[in-house]
């Protein structure tokens, strides 16, 4: 039988609860967190954690699941307004952004531990899921409202799009400084409308 979260959906805004382990997780690392220490920083029992989830890995899996759940909600609303496609791709790039500013801990957590996330190959579907897929849309919407030219490889061209969001907003966070959308967006839009439209 398949143990349901403590959570059933993955809800748009994170819950305290969520923030909660992210922030546990963030601060002693994966390795160095044990249940007992989920169990004190939530107020859930221990008992209830193991009925709920298998492990801490399972309790990871579901924090960066509900993230990039997030972020595809977040994107997929964005692209899909309307408007211009260089438009709408501004405003993906400033969901992203909102996203990860307001689950902090999660994408620390995340960047810490790529490489465990990568061996869950759903996270790495949501990735694709979340961000790729809306962004190669808004490619070919681009060239053909005059937006931006025809991209010859739009799956790495998306990809370098993610980058140039998230490597910034990741540098802020793992400094442990607040991440400011705003101000991270424009020159991170600049930087992919440049790349886009060309010398």
């Given at each position: 039988?398949?143990?349901?979260?403590?959570v059933?959906t993955l809800?748009?805004?994170?819950?305290?609860?969520?923030a909660?382990?992210?922030?546990?997780?963030?601060a002693?690392?994966?390795?160095?967190t044990r249940?007992?220490?989920?169990?004190?920083a939530t107020?859930v029992?221990k008992?209830?954690?193991?009925?709920?989830?298998a492990?801490?890995?399972?309790?990871?899996?579901?924090?960066l699941?509900?993230?990039?759940?997030?972020m595809?909600?977040?994107?997929t609303?964005a692209a899909a307004r309307p408007?211009t496609?260089?438009?709408r791709?501004?405003a993906?790039?400033?969901a992203?952004?909102?996203?990860?500013?307001?689950?902090?801990?999660?994408?620390?957590i995340?960047?810490a531990?790529?490489?465990?996330a990568?061996r869950?190959?759903?996270?790495?579907d949501?990735?694709?899921?979340?961000f790729h897929?809306?962004v190669?849309?808004l490619?070919?919407?681009g060239a053909?409202?005059?937006?931006?030219?025809?991209?010859?490889?739009?799956t790495t061209?998306?990809?370098?799009?993610f980058g140039?969001?998230?490597?910034p907003a990741?540098e802020?966070?793992?400094?442990?400084?607040?991440?400011?959308?705003?101000?991270?967006?424009?020159?991170?839009?600049?930087?992919i409308?440049t790349?886009?439209?060309?010398?």
């Amino acid at each position: 039988m398949r143990k349901v979260p403590l959570v059933r959906t993955l809800p748009t805004a994170i819950s305290s609860r969520e923030a909660v382990i992210a922030e546990t997780f963030a601060a002693r690392g994966f390795e160095d967190t044990r249940m007992e220490d989920l169990a004190e920083a939530t107020g859930v029992p221990k008992a209830t954690l193991y009925y709920h989830f298998a492990g801490k890995e399972e309790i990871l899996a579901w924090l960066l699941r509900s993230t990039l759940a997030a972020m595809s909600e977040a994107v997929t609303e964005a692209a899909a307004r309307p408007g211009t496609a260089r438009r709408r791709l501004e405003a993906v790039v400033r969901a992203q952004l909102r996203v990860m500013a307001d689950r902090p801990a999660a994408c620390r957590i995340l960047i810490a531990d790529l490489g465990r996330a990568a061996r869950m190959p759903d996270l790495a579907d949501g990735v694709g899921r979340a961000f790729h897929a809306p962004v190669l849309e808004l490619l070919a919407d681009g060239a053909a409202d005059g937006s931006w030219r025809r991209i010859k490889d739009p799956t790495t061209t998306a990809s370098s799009i993610f980058g140039a969001v998230v490597i910034p907003a990741l540098e802020r966070l793992v400094a442990g400084g607040p991440l400011e959308p705003d101000r991270i967006a424009q020159p991170v839009i600049r930087f992919i409308l440049t790349g886009l439209t060309g010398p």
